[in-house]
């Protein structure tokens, strides 16, 4: 359970993923940070935990394959990418708070709960008969996940304002990078999925 | 090529008519209006928007084989307007359907037309009339779908209380999410079926 744990924990990659969604909260106050990435936590979990009862009922009855799920997380974190490359400057300045917080998507899904994610989880519990063993599994990854984001906010008091500025930029071309690996490993799947 | 099931078509339909997403505007438009006298709009507004859906539905069926438009094309059509409907419904643009809404009681606009059948549902079902043979497959989803929609939007101040505003858009946003992942699978079908024409 452990290991599980510990693999749910690595896909998720709260870590790695922090400076980006500190890019993507950082016009909010500090306070409202912390709870903005609480419940995008929360709301990963409830992604998480309900992929892996019906996940697979779920993507049968609409006929979804793997590899749509792969690639529309890879299309989604992709529009997000390009929204953090090229700010639009002038509307920024003109309204300060027309930039609206984060919901849902993207930190939930695709950047945490995102596709690699749920594809793991729907394996395993197809592998693993023991249903409680993999939630608890979920649950104790979510451990260290949350305590990893409420933490995050306090990263940018070391970078200050330019350095999230920048942050920002560099974060979108990392996702974007991620955001293509997606999209091209959806779009393997779906080659190897016309040879069958 | 195999048609659709009723259960995606019907799916589709309800996501891209949005009620979550429209409760908000529902109950702004429904202000200083008795609940009787709502329920008796809300069911006149759904009944238009069923007959445009019907009207749009055998058009559909008609227009494309005039055109002479293949099924490759408009499988990869829907799947990609599909897509563009889930990503407006995930980034919201502040100059939307539903921000400057109209006073009064509605009659037709904007209820009826375009926020439960809008532009885009209306094309949808167009191009789901051409890839779905089945006559009775395309209307039981549409009943199913308008049905669905009632009882969300009749249900409406119920939904809000108990859900929260914050709740209803984590809802419409999980509705975008799975609109997203059936036109990405829309899309493949349709180039999976145009890779087979060689």
């Known amino acids: 359970m452990l290991s599980l744990a510990l693999t749910f924990f690595l896909v998720a990659n709260p870590i790695g993923n922090s400076p980006a969604m500190i890019a993507l909260v950082k016009d909010c106050e500090f306070s409202r940070q912390k709870i903005i990435l609480l419940r995008e936590a929360i709301f990963a979990l409830l992604l998480a935990l309900f992929f892996q009862y019906f996940g697979e009922f779920f993507l049968d009855g609409l006929s979804i394959k793997d590899y749509a799920v792969m690639a529309s997380g890879g299309l989604l974190l992709f529009i997000v990418a390009l929204g953090m490359i090229f700010v639009n400057r002038s509307s920024e300045d003109s309204v300060a708070s027309t930039r609206k917080e984060p919901f849902f998507v993207p930190i939930a899904t695709p950047i945490i709960s995102g596709p690699g994610l749920l594809a793991i989880i729907m394996l395993k519990s197809r592998l693993e008969n023991n249903n409680i063993k993999i939630t608890m599994a979920i649950l104790l990854a979510w451990v260290g996940v949350i305590a990893v984001l409420t933490t995050a906010p306090y990263l940018q008091k070391f970078l200050g304002k330019r350095g999230l500025v920048a942050l920002e930029q560099i974060m979108g071309l990392i996702l974007a990078l991620m955001s293509i690996d997606m999209i091209v490993n959806g779009t393997s799947l779906f080659i190897k999925s016309l040879h069958s | ?198």
């Open chain 2, 1 to 198: 090529m195999s048609g659709l099931s009723l259960l995606s078509v019907s799916v589709v339909l309800f996501l891209i008519m949005d009620p979550i997403g429209n409760i908000a505007a529902y109950l702004t438009l429904m202000q200083g209006i008795t609940p009787a006298r709502r329920a008796l709009i809300l069911f006149r507004e759904i009944a238009i928007a069923f007959t445009a859906m019907l009207l749009f539905n055998y058009l559909g069926e008609y227009i494309f084989t005039l055109l002479g438009i293949s099924e490759v094309a408009v499988r990869i059509a829907s799947g990609v307007i599909l897509f563009l409907i889930a990503i407006k419904i995930l980034f919201p643009s502040a100059n939307g359907l539903r921000s400057n809404l109209p006073k009064g009681e509605p009659f037709i606009i904007p209820l009826a037309i375009p926020l439960i059948a809008g532009p885009s549902l209306l094309a949808t079902i167009m191009l789901y009339a051409r890839m779905e043979s089945s006559e009775l497959i395309m209307l039981g989803a549409i009943v199913i779908a308008t049905l669905s929609t009632f009882v969300v939007l009749l249900l409406a101040p119920y939904l809000q209380r108990f859900l929260g505003n914050n709740g209803l858009l984590a809802l419409e946003k999980l509705m975008g999410m799975i609109l997203v992942l059936m036109a990405v699978q829309r899309f493949a079908e349709g180039i999976k079926q145009f890779i087979k024409t060689f």
